[in-house]
């Protein structure tokens, strides 16, 4: 089982990794959300989420290995790609919609990454991670089950606002 303890906590890491890039996102998104206060409600909402799956993913690291350079260089890599995913949002007239889509495709990458843990911890009998990525997928479930159920009033919204030019990018 050595191998896949290596490949859990590598697993770990690259979900701690996602979780961090996803505060960067979702932070720079709520900054620039203005006319959609529902949507920008539900990115807040999902933010103190994020916070805290980062926050207890970064405990069952220093739990399960020694905290190396490896895990820093890659939060620091992850955190920079998100900030310039965020600078990038604010050229495009339609940020808003392509945050909903880019926060909806995001958000089934770290569905996968946790079933693949659960799978993993629960082969290494190690129940209380486990339950931790139980937990985590279900709030990444019901933030993708949202972005999917509004994405079209979102886009609506977007163009109704566009053809009357009222501020629709964000």
Not at 57 to 62: P, R, T, V, Y
Not at 87 to 101: H, I, Q, R, S
Not at 104 to 117: D, E, K, M, W
Not at 141 to 170: C, G, P, S
Request: proline letters at 1%; glycine letters at 4%; a negative charge.
């Amino acid at each position: 089982m050595t191998h896949a303890r290596d490949n859990f906590l590598a697993w770990l890491r690259a979900a701690h990794a996602m979780e961090e890039q996803a505060i960067t996102m979702l932070t720079a998104q709520s900054r620039r959300i203005e006319s959609y206060p529902e949507f920008k409600q539900r990115i807040d909402d999902h933010l103190a989420e994020t916070i805290k799956h980062a926050q207890v993913l970064k405990e069952m690291l220093d739990r399960y290995s020694a905290t190396n350079g490896v895990l820093v260089l890659k939060d620091m890599a992850a955190r920079l790609a998100a900030r310039a995913q965020g600078v990038g949002g604010m050229l495009n007239n339609d940020e808003v919609v392509k945050g909903a889509m880019n926060g909806y495709a995001f958000s089934h990458l770290q569905i996968a990454q946790y079933r693949v843990l659960i799978a993993t911890a629960d082969e290494l009998d190690e129940h209380q991670a486990r339950d931790v990525f139980e937990g985590i997928l279900a709030e990444e479930v019901a933030m993708a089950d949202w972005l999917e159920t509004n994405l079209d009033v979102i886009t609506r919204v977007f163009l109704m606002r566009d053809e009357r030019d009222l501020l629709a990018k964000r």
